[in-house]
């Protein structure tokens, strides 16, 4: 009796094998078991490093540190990618042996979990000023826990074997002591130091930002001309800007020093425009481009990355003018307090009271925005934290030279090599609340020239103490936090136990640390990847990891930018909900190679359910239809536990031979690429073999052996039919499975399968063996047998063709002479049944004969169309056969009649002598070059007819 539907997530492997199998291979639905798989693999235990076997030391582990996510964040391409090329590295070596850890967690993103706390409170009628820092880190804190969870149950929506009882963030208490501990030991090894420079500050959130978080747009702005008047003088020099009111922070005008307009100014002073009479000096130097706009720039040290080179070179004066929240401050005088950008109005209509200004013109230009906050960034000279990377960039420099660090696609080297050789120091302060703080304690009341740096505040007095201070001395720790980007380089190793762990054997961080592969998108090579390499060579003496695979953008399918604007976005979610999480997968990976961005459209994810699907069908004819009554002593035999052996190859006919040989080339060609890393090639190749081999050809010659009606009836010929149909399946789900993990899982459950080792977390595909598991051990093939097919497959098509160019009916069985010689044409004489069945021949009047023979004379001479397949090799139909010579020459007559008036009508236009003069001279040769395809076609036509049998 058929139970009710029993939830998979608490099945053993053996109910999930009972409920599979029970429900049978209906129609081909992704949404009816792609969530129960996974929830079986999960609490099974499948993820886990040692799933598949025990812990012995004879193969190296395989770490993926996944990239975190942000903890709040929500589903999208990006992720998406990652995780299908992550997925199949994971899977891949999973079943190749190999303890697999892929190390998951989320990342607390600093700026923009606080800045949507931020606008609660603000819709909230409060502010985190108002409410304080302890409170309002409490309710980031239960803003996490309301949506912290969304991203990795979206992750693993998609099919991603992390080990999730790893799962980490960033935040946890641990790993919070490792960011602690790095920043206390870059600042022992004097890396770490507190400056004055140039940042990237967004006003909105209050905070500098690193130059990933900031994003340029092309926008319509103005540029402003305005005189700026050399003191003591009717003279000015002609200036623009598109920031009028940082006129209130320059400190000098700069002209190139053979710039003859403005020699005699060199050494004078200007005056500010509205700023009470302060003056600046007027500098040469050959930075300024004399073509360039009226060849004279204002020098804004304080608020532009140029001119704060300037001004440093120079010893210029720096004034910040503007307050956190991009308001100006005293130092822009009567415009204190006003927002920039009324600022800037309020300044230019002063200054046109003035008759200070020139003109103002229309302007496109880059304007840089806070990728969170959307705010226009402004540059700004701020007291940061930094951390000195000169000495870190060189050494991941030289990771990449020696060979150390391997970069997928190698192409990259060259901008690897480019960044870190012009590399500057890392600010690694936010003004946030929301992070890691900083651990630095300062002395006394106020001021900040006395600080001490500790792994906490008991530490810190300890050492206080110890430089002479009082025990109960006023201690203050620094405000700001660090760059999220400073705990994510922690990534690789804080995650496995460092600091902790240090040293100590058998611990995670010795067994998982180096970790094996990078995997990530080429837009964050700099920002995330080389931090990651200088921080854990730095601490830990050792690179993170032995490889950086890049992958590209996810882009529209015309390769512009997936934008809610444009209406192009697919989102994963709906695209899985629809599709089926193997089609998208398939869809991103394939057709692709490392470093390319991946134009997508739902056309491409809509013919790769259809390949799911042709999958699922192959399976269906298998287990329903070639297995069908089979006993169970065959079944159990026919369970894959290795490859198949030479002695049993030798056994089998020549398209068992072929399919198996092509097999294993294939296993062999994508065992290879997915080592190198050549993820898209591999899995493009294993569509081609599933559709174009296994489907289109052996399947359809596998019912010769079958069915008796078609040729079938040896018990030992059908056997070996259902072994290499399962044997070929088999291997073939294995090798998509790192793909197509969902699909592939179900339809193995279906087929014979070998027991499962005692040491596997369950019986599942995802922990079976990779068809090869030692490369010395090459899998058998016979090029023989190849070649020798592929001539079958040639005659084939040249049978089909023929029977296309003559019309025949599709139905119509067709008479055919096939000669060849030697072995060749005893392996086409044996397998004459799948030539009849494959090509639509009549049995009773085909034959093969041996080359020079008086049948294949015989043939040759009589009225038929000679096929030539290659050398040694042709087939002779009779035309007789192939068409009837009445009805073909009504048809042909028919056609020619249509051809002549075409003809006609096309001749008398060209000879018409105003078409000629009159039409464009495109239309003519268009026209010409129809007549002359006419002219060809009837020509065929009438070559057809003289050939028709009288």
């Excluded at 007789?880 to 096309?906: A, M, T, Y």
């Excluded at 001279?921 to 028709?948: C, G, I, M, P, R």
Aim: contains cysteine.
């Amino acid at each position: 009796m058929r139970q009710g539907p029993t939830s998979l997530a608490s099945s053993t492997a053996k109910d999930y094998d009972l409920l599979n199998k029970e429900k049978g291979l209906d129609s081909y639905s992704p949404n009816e078991f792609e969530k129960e798989i996974y929830s079986w693999w999960e609490n099974s235990g499948c993820f886990q490093p040692d799933a598949k076997q025990k812990p012995n030391g004879e193969k190296e582990p395989y770490v993926l540190p996944m990239p975190p996510p942000n903890v709040t964040g929500r589903l999208h391409m990006g992720h998406a990618i990652f995780v299908a090329l992550q997925d199949v590295l994971a899977r891949f070596h999973r079943m190749r042996g190999r303890p697999v850890l892929w190390l998951p967690g989320t990342d607390h993103a600093g700026i923009a979990t606080q800045l949507q706390v931020e606008k609660l409170l603000i819709s909230e009628g409060t502010t985190r000023e108002d409410v304080g820092r302890e409170k309002f880190l409490e309710r980031v804190w239960e803003y996490k826990a309301e949506q912290g969870g969304h991203i990795t149950t979206q992750l693993r929506s998609l099919g991603a074997s992390a080990d999730w009882t790893r799962e980490r963030f960033t935040m946890d208490s641990d790993l919070s002591k490792a960011v602690t501990e790095a920043f206390v030991r870059l600042h022992e090894k004097g890396l770490v130091y507190r400056g004055e420079y140039m940042v990237n500050w967004a006003p909105l959130l209050k905070t500098a930002v690193s130059d990933l978080e900031v994003e340029y747009s092309e926008e319509e702005g103005k540029l402003y001309y305005f005189k700026y008047m050399v003191e003591g003088s009717d003279d000015y020099l002609p200036v623009a800007t598109t920031r009028p009111e940082t006129i209130m922070g320059d400190t000098a005008v700069c002209v190139h020093p053979e710039d003859e307009r403005y020699k005699d100014f060199v050494g004078k002073k200007a005056v500010v425009p509205m700023g009470d009479g302060r003056t600046i000096p007027i500098i040469a130097d050959d930075y300024v481009d004399m073509e360039f706009g009226t060849g004279a720039l204002k020098i804004t040290p304080g608020h532009d990355p140029n001119d704060y080179a300037i001004g440093k070179k120079y010893d210029l004066p720096i004034i910040n003018i503007m307050n956190k929240d991009g308001s100006l401050n005293a130092n822009a005088g009567i415009y204190n307090s006003l927002d920039r950008f009324e600022a800037r109005e309020k300044l230019w209509l002063d200054m046109e009271a003035a008759t200070l200004t020139i003109k103002v013109d229309p302007h496109m230009q880059r304007v840089p925005r806070s990728q969170r906050g959307g705010e226009v960034i402004e540059p700004l000279v701020s007291s940061q934290w930094f951390v000195k990377t000169e000495g870190m960039g060189a050494k991941a420099l030289k990771a990449v030279e020696d060979g150390d660090i391997k970069i997928v696609p190698q192409r990259f080297d060259k901008i690897w090599n480019n960044w870190l050789t012009d590399i500057h120091d890392w600010c690694i302060s936010r003004q946030l609340w929301w992070g890691h703080r900083i651990p630095v304690w300062y002395v006394g009341d106020s001021g900040e020239s006395e600080y001490i740096v500790a792994r906490n505040e008991a530490e810190a007095r300890e050492k206080a103490v110890e430089q002479g201070f009082s025990e109960d001395v006023v201690l203050r720790q620094e405000e700001d936090v660090l760059d999220t980007w400073f705990s994510s380089g922690l990534w690789p190793f804080a995650t496995v136990g460092w600091p902790a762990s240090e040293g100590v054997e058998g611990s995670d961080l010795s067994r998982f640390y180096p970790g094996t592969c990078l995997e990530t998108g080429y837009d964050i090579l700099f920002f995330w990847v080389a931090r990651m390499v200088m921080m854990g060579i730095e601490l830990t003496g050792k690179s993170p990891f032995s490889v950086v695979y890049l992958h590209g953008l996810v882009r529209a399918a015309d390769g512009t930018k997936m934008s809610k604007t444009k209406g192009n976005v697919i989102d994963p979610l709906d695209t899985v909900a629809e599709y089926g999480a193997d089609s998208l997968r398939y869809s991103l990976v394939t057709g692709v190679t490392p470093g390319q961005d991946i134009p997508l459209n739902m056309e491409k994810i809509e013919a790769n359910r259809n390949f799911a699907n042709k999958l699922w069908n192959c399976c269906k004819f298998v287990t329903g239809n070639a297995l069908r009554d089979v006993d169970e002593a065959e079944l159990s035999e026919l369970g894959v536990s290795g490859p198949i052996t030479g002695e049993e190859f030798k056994s089998l006919s020549l398209p068992e031979r072929y399919i198996v040989s092509k097999c294993h080339d294939l296993v062999k060609s994508v065992t290879s690429d997915i080592e190198n890393y050549q993820l898209g090639a591999a899995g493009s190749k294993v569509y081609e073999f599933l559709w174009d081999q296994y489907a289109d050809w052996y399947i359809e010659i596998s019912k010769t052996r079958l069915y008796e009606g078609l040729g079938g009836g040896d018990e030992d010929e059908a056997k070996a039919a259902r072994r290499v149909l399962v044997y070929i399946l088999d291997t073939s789900l294995r090798l998509l499975h790192p793909y197509m993990p969902y699909v592939t899982e179900q339809l193995w459950h279906h087929l014979p399968r070998s027991s499962a080792s005692d040491e596997q977390a369950a019986h599942a595909l995802m922990l079976s063996d990779w068809p090869q598991m030692d490369d010395t051990n090459p899998l058998v093939r016979s090029q023989e047998a190849i070649s020798s097919f592929e001539c079958f497959q040639a005659l084939t098509r040249s049978i089909r063709n023929a029977r296309a160019e003559y019309n025949v009916e599709p139905g119509k069985r067709i008479s055919a002479v096939v000669v060849a010689s030697g072995d060749l044409k005893v392996e086409l004489e044996t397998e004459l049944k799948s030539l009849v069945a494959l090509a639509k021949l009549d049995p009773e009047s085909v034959s093969v004969c041996e080359a020079g023979s008086d049948e294949a004379k015989a043939a040759a001479a009589e009225d038929s169309v000679q096929l030539v397949v290659q050398d040694g090799v042709e087939a002779f139909l009779p035309l007789s056969g192939l068409i009837d010579p009445e009805k073909e020459r009504k048809r042909l007559q028919k056609q020619q009649e249509k051809l002549e008036n075409e003809i006609k009508k096309l001749a008398g236009r060209l000879q018409s002598k105003g078409f000629v003069e009159k039409a464009p001279t495109a239309v003519v040769d268009k026209a010409k070059a129809e007549l002359a395809e006419l002219e060809d076609q009837a020509k065929k036509v009438e070559s057809s007819l003289e050939a028709l049998p009288v």
